[in-house]
């Protein structure tokens, strides 16, 4: 991996943009970081699909998403098993999926996370209410689970948390009030000593919260579900979701920052 310092000091460095944090918007993707499970992408419309047959491409504003499947090459399917499922959008410019606060979550019901003790996410959304508790992504229904809110209750907040194998759950929060726009990254850590939670938005400082009780080894398989609860009826987010990745492992600092860079790119946003 190409790091900012390395492009300040190499050789030749005027044949690549001036500014590095531009070179690495130009030439990374999260999916050369071997960790990737889930990469989702607005911007490709060859992974949206009007129904959860993937039967219909989506081709323009909003029209139903019934399907969004993941760009690693385990092509994971997010799906709606009911009515009312989210919608693409485009304002702004920026393409996105849009819960609107009443639209049913993407399901997929099996993502093995069983080699797994930690894990990464990172999204960016734009959260468009504080009204009430509202997930971005949750990870099973029975510990252990983990999930990423906005927000994590009638709060201006975004927030993370995962329970270790016991009823007992820690939870992180980062105050930003809604509407905003942000890049949301979270750890979450499993194992039988200290379960943790940890959350940044756009680049900043972590907020981290441990629990000194778990029971647990792994993740293991169970409903990954966005824009909503497991359930898929609850929890409802009301927002916008632009990108999303999931990594089965705490990241680099540095592919941290590039997967960062890479996911403000996708709405707008410039973290350096």
Same mark, same amino acid.
């Given at each position: 991996?190409?790091?900012?310092?390395?492009?300040?000091?190499?050789?030749?460095?005027?044949?690549?943009?001036?500014?590095?944090?531009?070179?690495? @918007?130009?030439?990374?993707?999260?999916?050369?970081?071997?960790?990737? @499970?889930?990469?989702?992408?607005? #911007?490709?419309?060859?992974?949206?699909?009007?129904?959860?047959?993937? +039967?219909?491409?989506?081709?323009?504003?909003?029209?139903?998403?019934? #399907?969004?499947?993941?760009?690693?090459?385990?092509? !994971?399917?997010?799906?709606? =098993?009911?009515? =009312?499922?989210?919608?693409?959008?485009?304002?702004?410019?920026? @393409?996105?999926?849009?819960?609107?606060?009443?639209?049913?979550?993407?399901?997929?019901?099996?993502?093995?996370?069983? =080699?797994?003790?930690?894990?990464?996410?990172?999204?960016?959304? #734009?959260?468009?209410?504080?009204?009430?508790?509202?997930?971005?992504?949750?990870?099973?229904?029975?510990?252990?689970?983990?999930?990423?809110?906005?927000?994590?209750? %009638?709060?201006? !907040?975004?927030?993370?948390?995962?329970?270790?194998?016991?009823? @007992?759950?820690?939870?992180?929060?980062?105050?930003?009030? +809604?509407?905003?726009?942000?890049?949301?990254?979270?750890?979450?850590?499993?194992?039988?000593?200290?379960?943790?939670? #940890?959350?940044?938005?756009?680049?900043?400082?972590?907020?981290?919260?441990?629990?000194?009780?778990? %029971?647990?080894?792994?993740?293991?398989?169970?409903?990954?579900?966005?824009?909503?609860?497991? %359930?898929?009826?609850?929890?409802?987010?009301?927002?916008?979701?632009?990108?999303?990745?999931?990594?089965?492992?705490?990241?680099?600092?540095?592919?941290?920052?590039?997967?960062?860079?890479?996911?403000?790119?996708?709405?707008?946003?410039?973290?350096?």
């Amino acid at each position: 991996m190409v790091s900012i310092e390395d492009l300040k000091t190499r050789e030749g460095v005027l044949r690549y943009p001036t500014d590095a944090a531009e070179f690495i @918007r130009n030439s990374f993707s999260p999916l050369k970081i071997s960790s990737c @499970r889930i990469l989702l992408d607005a #911007r490709d419309l060859d992974t949206l699909f009007q129904d959860n047959g993937g +039967a219909s491409l989506v081709t323009a504003k909003g029209q139903d998403v019934g #399907r969004w499947v993941d760009k690693t090459s385990n092509a !994971t399917q997010f799906n709606l =098993a009911s009515i =009312a499922p989210p919608v693409y959008d485009i304002t702004g410019g920026f @393409r996105s999926v849009y819960w609107a606060g009443n639209r049913r979550a993407l399901i997929q019901s099996a993502l093995n996370l069983s =080699a797994a003790t930690t894990v990464t996410t990172v999204t960016a959304v #734009r959260k468009m209410s504080d009204a009430a508790l509202a997930r971005i992504a949750s990870f099973g229904s029975a510990q252990p689970l983990f999930a990423v809110s906005a927000p994590p209750a %009638a709060s201006a !907040t975004f927030g993370s948390n995962v329970s270790g194998g016991t009823a @007992r759950s820690v939870t992180t929060a980062a105050s930003f009030a +809604a509407p905003v726009k942000a890049v949301v990254t979270t750890v979450s850590k499993v194992n039988a000593l200290t379960p943790s939670s #940890r959350i940044r938005i756009n680049s900043g400082a972590w907020v981290d919260e441990a629990l000194g009780a778990g %029971a647990t080894a792994n993740f293991g398989t169970a409903i990954y579900a966005l824009g909503g609860n497991t %359930a898929g009826t609850g929890e409802l987010l009301n927002g916008y979701i632009y990108a999303h990745a999931l990594f089965t492992a705490e990241l680099s600092a540095q592919d941290l920052i590039d997967v960062e860079i890479w996911m403000a790119e996708t709405c707008g946003l410039r973290l350096f």
